[in-house]
């Protein structure tokens, strides 16, 4: 979550709740599910991964979603200025970065991992013949 130095408080709280700007910034507009969602943006990622960025309207706040297919063996994350965090939703692969040392991490689905700013994280896929790997990292653009 991003910072809460603007937060409006709707109750459940014994903070101040200000019920006029809550009111003032609601919004009952009715909007079709298509019209809510944050379509990505297509980047062309290294070695034929698919790279979308979903990157909504505030500017502390993005996320890549990164597809390798079947047939990749080897990837690099690309370096971002800000921390993010890695969560892995399918496939298997050995994790290598300067701050891991010698010793990869096995990344399997459901495994989150912390990337400090500016380092990479470079990925051997396991499965030469599996389905491939999905990954999602969320971080800050700082830029």
Do not use: W
Not at 80 to 99: F, N, P
């Amino acid at each position: 979550m991003a910072c809460s130095d603007n937060t409006v408080r709707a109750g459940l709280t014994p903070k101040f709740i200000d019920v006029p700007t809550l009111c003032a910034m609601l919004d009952y507009r009715c909007r079709t599910v298509d019209e809510n969602k944050f379509t990505p943006v297509q980047q062309g990622g290294a070695g034929g991964a698919g790279v979308s960025v979903y990157d909504p309207a505030v500017p502390d706040f993005s996320v890549l979603r990164v597809e390798l297919a079947a047939g990749e063996m080897d990837y690099t994350l690309p370096l971002v200025d800000s921390a993010s965090i890695l969560l892995t939703v399918q496939g298997e692969a050995d994790a290598y970065s300067g701050s891991l040392g010698e010793e990869p991490i096995y990344v399997t689905r459901g495994t989150v991992l912390f990337i400090s700013a500016g380092e990479s994280l470079h990925l051997k896929l396991k499965k030469a013949g599996g389905s491939g790997m999905v990954m999602f990292r969320a971080y800050c653009q700082l830029s």
